[in-house]
C-alpha cells in the first residue's frame, strides 16, 4: 500500500511555471506519474519516472516544457512546468504504479489531485 499527497497547484498565467510535489508513504518503491485530466475528458498521460529515475517518458504534448523528478530520501515525486499553456489546465494526479507505463488504466494507487488552472 501506498498513500500520496498532491500539492503545488494554482492559478498562473500563460508562459508561466509551477512544481506540483507528491509525498508518498507506506511502501514507496513504485515507479511514479503524473496523469491530468481536464472537464469533461478523459485522463490523459503526462509524464512518468521509474523507481531509479533512469527511465522517464513524457507526452507529447509536454515534452520539452515539464520536468519529472524525484527524491527517494524524501519519497517526494515533483512535476516541474515551464511555458505553461491554458491547454494545461486540468486536475492533475500523482500516481504509483508496478510497472513503468503511459496508460494510466495502468496505475495502482492515486492521489486526490491537485487543479492547475493557466489563464491566458
Known amino acids: 500500500q501506498v498513500q500520496l499527497v498532491e500539492s503545488g497547484g494554482g492559478l498562473v498565467q500563460a508562459g508561466g511555471s509551477l512544481r506540483l510535489s507528491c509525498a508518498a508513504s507506506?511502501?514507496?518503491?513504485?515507479?511514479m506519474g503524473w496523469i491530468r485530466q481536464a472537464p469533461g475528458l478523459e485522463r490523459e498521460f503526462v509524464a512518468t519516472?521509474?523507481?531509479?529515475?533512469?527511465?522517464?517518458y513524457y507526452a507529447d504534448s509536454v515534452k520539452g516544457r515539464f520536468i519529472i523528478s524525484r527524491d527517494n530520501a524524501k519519497n517526494t515525486v515533483y512535476l516541474q512546468m515551464n511555458n505553461m499553456k491554458p491547454e494545461d489546465t486540468a486536475v492533475y494526479y500523482c500516481?504509483?504504479?508496478?510497472?513503468?507505463?503511459?496508460?494510466?488504466?495502468?496505475?495502482?494507487?492515486w492521489g486526490q489531485g491537485t487543479q492547475v488552472t493557466v489563464s491566458s
Open positions: 500516481a504509483a504504479a508496478r510497472v513503468v507505463t503511459i496508460i494510466p488504466a495502468g496505475y495502482d494507487y
Open positions: 507506506g511502501r514507496t518503491s513504485y515507479n
Open positions: 519516472i521509474s523507481w531509479n529515475s533512469g527511465v522517464t
